[in-house]
């Protein structure tokens, strides 16, 4: 089975400063990761993802993420946030090569200040 | 191309009755999934449809709780005889039958029972 863990539950950043989201999963076959992101009262948004491929996956709104097999991670990072990033970033981890459902981590409110 | 549809967006019921939600997926897209998040939780998985067929319900209450993928019509989760734990966001997702399992998410229906 796999599980997700996102170690951190709150992270409060000053607008223009760097940001990693920390994200380990854990599962025993290999699997598809995936970015989420929801701002309040809102349904979630697919942020990016990594099926296969190149280890590092980016969005268009200067996101990205680097899967690491050996470390079991799918962080994400951005050199510098703003105000709009403000929301709540869900990591979530499917199992690889077939259809069903996502396993999520329990969320990381990124809260970006002036 | 609309986005996937949930309705209700607000659902109040009392305790002891019935609650009914309605997802329309994507066009040209086969698979649903519900979900159900709780506050300062993440997603968890209910059910995954396909039309007129139930793949995997290993998420769902034992009782109380069904879903429906009807060859004409929306997917429908139903909960009889509602109780307080029930109060909840629901998320409905959609996927095309295609490698990658990308999910596109609904914008919710929240549940409260009062």
Known sequence: ?114 | NAGVMQNPRHLVRRRGQEARLRCSPMKGHSHVYWYRQLPEEGLKFMVYLQKENIIDESGMPKERFSAEFPKEGPSILRIQQVVRGDSAAYFCASSPLAEGNEQFFGPGTRLTVL
Do not use: M
């Open chain 1, 1 to 114: 089975a796999q599980s997700v863990t996102q170690l951190d539950s709150q992270v409060p950043v000053f607008e223009e400063a760097p940001v990693e989201l920390r994200c380990n999963y854990s599962s025993s076959v290999s699997v598809y990761l995936f970015w989420y992101v929801q701002y309040p009262n809102q349904g979630l948004q697919l942020l990016l993802k990594y099926l296969s491929g190149s280890t590092l996956v980016k969005s268009i709104n200067g996101f990205e993420a680097e899967f690491n097999k050996s470390q079991t991670s799918f962080h994400l990072r951005k050199p510098s946030v703003h105000i709009s990033d403000t929301a709540e970033y869900f990591c979530a981890v499917s199992r690889g090569g077939s259809q069903g459902n996502l396993i999520f981590g329990k969320g990381t409110k990124l809260s970006v200040k002036p």
